[in-house]
Each structure stands twice: as C-alpha cells, then as structure tokens.
Nanobody
Framework: QVQLVESGGGSVQAGGSLRVSCAVSGDSVSLSNPKCMGWFRQAPGKEREGVATIFSADDSTHYADSVNGRFSISQDSAKTTVYLQMNSLKPEDSGMYYC?????????????????????WGQGTQVTVSS
C-alpha cells in the first residue's frame, strides 16, 4: 500500500507561481518498487485531468499540452516526495490538485492519464488563480 499526502496549495494571482508537494509513504515493498507518480487536477463541474507524470526509477516526465513549458514535476533523491512547480499560472489552472501513484515496472505507464490507471490517491490540495 502507498499513502499520499498533498500540501502547498493556495491562492495566487495570474502570472504567479506555486509549488505543491506530495509526501509518499507506505510499506517497504511498495516504496522500493518503481512507480508512476502523477499530478491530476479537477475543477468544479469538470472531469479530473492528468497534468504531469514522473517515473520514479528514471525521472522521465510527461506533461499535458496545457501545462507544458509552465509546470515541472520532480521527486527528491529519496523518492519520498514528489513536487509540482507551477509557473505563469492562469485562472484556468485553478482546481483541486491530486497526487496519484501506481506501482509498475513500465515507464510507458506514465503516458496514461486517466483516473482508472492509478490506484493510490491523496486527498487533494486546492489551487486558486485569480485574474
């Protein structure tokens, strides 16, 4: 089992920056196995969408077109925290941001960004961007 806890959300004006974090914990087997870690977001009345993913074993990353060049996903050397640095924020970036994980040996799994492809989820952290 993997537990995920997000932090770092808040309110910012358009053009500003925020960094959200995801603390990863769990049993030793799950923590030692490679994982695809992802950040998703959901605005009121909209579907949850994948924003960025990172494969824990090689730090390879993927981004949604809407955030590519503005957001950056990374993990610490201990692989116990995943970050999402968000720059040049826009009002349409507002929403609840969720950290997600799936234990997998396949880097290609990180190309998947549908909700059902990840089986561990955090409780979310709110990001609000005002114009």
């Amino acid at each position: 089992q993997v537990q995920l806890v997000e932090s770092g959300g808040g309110s910012v004006q358009a053009g500003g920056s925020l960094r959200v974090s995801c603390a990863v914990s769990g049993d030793s087997v799950s923590l030692s196995n490679p994982k695809c870690m992802g950040w998703f977001r959901q605005a009121p009345g909209k579907e949850r969408e994948g924003v960025a993913t990172i494969f824990s074993a090689d730090d390879s990353t993927h981004y949604a077109d809407s955030v590519n060049g503005r957001f950056s996903i990374s993990q610490d050397s201990a692989k116990t925290t995943v970050y999402l640095q968000m720059n040049s924020l826009k009002p349409e970036d507002s929403g609840m941001y969720y950290c997600a994980a799936v234990v997998t040996n396949l880097p290609s799994w990180c190309l998947r960004t549908t909700r059902s492809d990840y089986n561990f989820w955090g409780q979310g952290t709110q990001v609000t961007v005002s114009s």
